[in-house]
């Protein structure tokens, strides 16, 4: 039982570089997130998808993109990485409405150097 | 905008007492309200779930209670044990953007033996 997985976990990037995480859910949740969490800070969402093909912003979605093209994957890319992006990022998983019980990855913890 | 603030930001208690985490919420019309447990390093896990329309949750050793009315929400833990030592996040999506589900900053619990 996966739940929620996330790959990878620990990556470390010169400013400039571009990279991609990837989230898989295996709970056939329409609902998918992304997330950052720094100290201080809380969970901040980046951007999330309420279905296959489709996208939205979230509260801090400068400096990333997002596709949904399978509805169990969610990819969340920096094209050009930045110190100020350095955190720990979760995705997470969630029946539609509002109403379902949300269900997190293990975190991918990203270094802009 | 909805604003969830969860006061203190830490707590330490000797093993063993009953305690009571709060979080408070400024938009009441909301579909749910999650309560969360993190431990350090790791994501988050789902602890209860309670819907709009029910008062109180109860799993195990604790107990989450919802006044919409009032925006609070207390998670209650009964005989606490070093193992409970976590940070302790609630989160809710509103009923005006049920997509965006926005985190307290968290409560960090430490139980000392």
């Known amino acids: 039982n996966a739940g929620v997985t996330q790959t990878p976990k620990f990556r470390v990037l010169k400013t400039g570089q571009s990279m991609t995480l990837l989230c898989a859910q295996d709970m056939n949740h329409e609902y998918m997130y992304w997330y950052r969490q720094d100290p201080g800070m809380g969970l901040r969402l980046i951007h999330y998808?309420?279905?296959?093909?489709?996208?939205a912003k979230g509260e801090v979605p400068d400096g990333y993109n997002v596709s949904r093209l399978k509805k169990q994957n969610f990819l969340l890319g920096l094209e050009s990485a930045a110190p100020s992006q350095t955190s720990v990022y979760f995705c997470?998983?969630?029946?539609?409405?509002?109403?379902?019980?949300?269900?997190f990855g293990e975190g991918s913890r990203l270094t802009v150097l | 905008k909805q604003e969830v603030t969860q006061i203190p930001a830490a707590l330490s208690v000797p093993e063993g007492e009953n305690l009571v985490l709060n979080c408070s919420f400024t938009?009441?019309?909301?579909?749910?309200l999650q309560w969360f447990r993190q431990d350090p390093g790791k994501g988050l896990t789902s602890l209860l779930l309670i819907q709009s329309s029910q008062r109180e949750q109860t799993s195990g050793r604790l107990n989450a209670s919802l006044d919409k009315s009032s925006g609070r929400s207390t998670l209650y833990i009964a005989a606490s044990q070093p193992g409970d030592s976590a940070t302790y996040l609630c989160a809710v999506p509103g009923y005006s953007s049920a997509s965006k589900i926005i985190f307290g900053s968290g409560t960090r619990l430490s139980i000392r033996p």
């Open positions: 998808s309420v279905g296959e093909g489709t996208t």
């Open positions: 938009d009441s019309a909301i579909y749910n």
């Open positions: 997470a998983s969630s029946y539609p409405g509002g109403a379902g019980e949300l269900f």
